[in-house]
């Protein structure tokens, strides 16, 4: 009835669900390039899936069709997968879900999710999303992790979810996780809303590194430091190409540096929101300044 199929049960040890969904839940692509890193980076074999026709809605989310070798058309259609990474540096596994968000049946959807973590003994939930903030590209990334669990709170330093208001797949599943009583964890990367365009390999890396932390799992991320450093060195270039844009960035840095001391000066900045542009025409500034100079290293 829900649409999920297996081609195999795989046997794990004490493993993790670890989940991003396309969308809503996903600015910049951060959440889902992050579960793309984990199913790479441990060779991740696919074992389930949902079948998109149940969820998705073809209108909305198009299959594709790509030529393969400049002759053969092959139709991919919008994935809903799961697959085991057995870790050979600890003594936990993980079941990875790279989904698309659903259009129907969330609850369907979630019930599904939560069937294979119980049939592949998974301990936790862990999911990963990003979001679009008013944050400097230059600074860190503070990931904010989450839960409904009190007993999570104090034992991972994890914040209470306080958030009300319309809601993704993820807060759907976290609620679900929470009815079933499977401890569940949110992990969220603020995203600089004005340079939107995937990817965001901060994000990604800060998502990441933040799970390691959290999980236990030692991840070697060096190889996205070089993305890191690429993709901060052409956003900064663009940004010093508009003063407007660079006001607005050092704004956003001063507040930042405030904020991780918690000092707040007294007086106001010497400009002000109305002689900034707005964030639209930022991030389009920023995107054409990308586009026009695409051999920046």
């Known amino acids: 009835m829900d649409g999920l199929t297996w081609s195999d049960h795989p046997v794990l040890r004490r493993p993790l669900l670890v989940a991003a969904f396309e969308g809503w839940n996903d600015a910049a692509d951060a959440a889902t390039d992050a579960v793309d890193w984990l199913v790479n980076r441990f060779d ?13 809605d073809y209108q909305a989310r198009r299959p594709e069709v790509e030529l393969v070798d400049g002759v053969t058309r092959r139709l991919t259609w919008p994935s809903l997968q799961f697959s085991a990474a057995r870790s050979r540096t600890t003594d936990r596994d993980l079941v990875i879900l790279s989904a698309v968000e659903p259009n129907y049946r969330w609850r369907n959807f979630t019930r599904a999710i939560l069937e294979v973590a119980t049939q592949t003994g998974c301990e936790m939930v862990v999911s990963f999303g990003a979001l679009l903030a008013e944050v400097p590209h230059t600074r860190p990334v503070h990931v904010t992790g989450t839960t409904t669990d009190p007993a999570l709170i104090t034992t991972l330093e994890l914040e209470q979810s306080r958030y009300e208001g319309p809601t993704g797949i993820v807060g759907v599943l976290h609620d679900a996780c929470e009815t079933a009583g499977i401890p569940s964890v949110s992990l969220w990367a ?76 007294a007086a106001p900045p010497s400009f002000g929101e109305s002689d900034l542009p707005s964030g639209d025409a930022i991030a389009a500034e920023v995107e054409r300044y990308l586009r026009d100079n695409p051999d920046l290293p």
């Open 190 to 265: 603020p995203v600089p809303h004005y340079v939107a365009t995937p990817p965001d390999p901060v994000a990604t890396r800060a998502l990441l590194e933040r799970f390691a932390v959290l999980t236990g799992t030692p991840l070697d991320l060096t190889d996205l430091d070089a993305l890191v450093a690429e993709w901060r060195e052409q956003v900064t270039e663009a940004v010093a190409a508009d003063d407007e844009v660079r006001e607005y960035v050092l704004q956003l840095e001063t507040r930042a540096d405030e904020e991780a001391t918690g000092w707040s000066r």
């Open 44 to 56: 991740a074999e696919p074992f389930a899936e949902l079948d998109p026709d149940e969820y998705i």
